[in-house]
DNA sequence: GTTAGGATGATCT
DNA sequence: GATCATCCTAACA
């Protein structure tokens, strides 16, 4: 039988490049999340890349510390942060070994396994706001610190959590680039958030605000 | 439709 | 002790 393009897992090559190159190239590929509950897939509309050590908005921008260890590892990995007291966040990292750079998914259209989705995320009250924001993403699919460092490219996927196909990427012309959301310091000052033009799946752009004191 | 404020804790200075 | 690669709800227009 012909196997359909959805069916081809994406190797390590394809995350071992430049992290600009990378994180557009992501978008309208399909993230499998399989859990023992069941699988998702989650087609990928937005993103944001995080480039190497002297980004002043990336975890890295001051060197090494145990929470941002495995974006200096080997590409094809996921990196997984917890933010905000509450959330995770799913990072895939790039290459090469030793950079420190990565792409936050931030946002997807869920294709398999809405119903499951649905039951993590009660308080979505639409389809597309299942996995619209890149804390939404991680929790729809189940993402917490167990996933960090997980092979995203890996010899059997049966084996992880995570595999990546190579789906149906948009028309090179639908592809639109941005500032950075929620990130200051002059993090925001590259066009380096990516999504697919008119996904409803998207999330709103949101300037940086600095948090009030209480 | 928009906006303001609170939740909540790991991480780093 | 301040800062977060955020989300949700309530209030208001």
């Not at 933010?83 to 990072?91: E, I, Q, R």
């Not at 993590?120 to 299942?130: G, I, K, T």
Request: hydrophobic share 35%; charged share 20%; proline share 11%.
């Amino acid at each position: 039988m012909i196997a359909a393009p959805e069916s081809t897992p994406l190797d390590r090559a394809f995350f071992d490049r430049p992290v600009l190159k990378v994180a557009p190239d992501l978008l309208g590929r399909t993230l499998v999340r399989s859990t023992e509950e069941g699988p998702i897939a989650l087609r990928l509309t937005e993103v944001e890349a995080y480039a190497g050590p002297a980004d002043p908005g990336s975890h890295a921008y001051r060197g090494r510390t145990d929470r941002n260890a495995v974006m200096f590892g080997p590409p094809g990995h996921a990196y997984v942060y917890f933010t905000y007291g509450m959330w995770f966040c799913l990072n895939l990292v790039c290459g090469p070994e030793g950079d420190p750079s990565g792409v936050l998914l931030r946002g997807g259209d869920i294709t398999v396994g809405a119903d499951l989705a649905r039951k993590r995320r009660p308080a979505s009250r639409r389809l597309h706001d299942l996995a619209q924001g890149p804390a939404r993403l991680a929790t729809a699919l189940g993402v917490d610190r167990a996933q960090n460092g997980a092979d995203v490219c890996p010899a059997d996927p049966a084996t992880s959590p995570f595999t990546i196909l190579t789906g149906t990427p948009p028309a090179p012309e639908a592809i639109r680039s941005g500032p950075r959301t929620g990130v200051g310091g002059g993090g925001a000052a590259h066009p380096w958030r990516f999504w697919i033009d008119g996904d409803p799946t998207v999330s709103p752009y949101r300037a940086h605000a600095p948090r009030r004191r209480r």
